[in-house]
């Protein structure tokens, strides 16, 4: 693929994904505003897809706590949905960078994709326990935990990696011009 070419497509992405964040954040501020209005009857369900990993335990009194769950979920998904648009946001920045010409073998670069990658790790990990203590804070008796790990998880690993290859590329690169 040529450069032209190459910036063009990144140019693509990052127009695709800074309106993903901004409708994303769309979403958040209808989740904010009616949150607690039950007329519009929001529910932000599962907002990735499901559980790769996933270990489930309570201890509940009466089953009668579908509206502790649904508040819950309004709550964790609006917070989801921000660290997702943001995560967006951050990715649209890098490809207008390589749409302008930016090199993607810089300390910066590779920088800015492995803080993506442990945002996306740890807000994976990090969300279903926020969960999971929402639920078991609103509950009069017993307990509520939830841990699991989406596919999410496995894209922040694997850019982890691609991180470690930039920085690999990066010392390559040194390398080669202090020989020459």
Known sequence: ??????????????IILKFTAIIMLGVVLLGVFFLNDYKLDIVFNSII???IFHISSYHVEHLEYSNIIKNSLQITAVLEIAVLSYVYWRSAQLFKDLSIGEKPFTTRFAQSVKSISLIIIASDLLFPLLLSL??????ERGYYLMFDF???FLFGLMLY???GIFYYGIELQTLADDTI
């Open 1 to 14: 693929m040529n450069i032209k070419r190459f910036q063009t497509i990144s140019k693509i992405i990052s």
């Open 49 to 51: 897809e499901d559980p």
């Open 134 to 139: 929402i639920i078991t804070l609103q509950l």
């Open 150 to 152: 989406t596919s999410m």
């Open 161 to 163: 990696v691609f991180s």
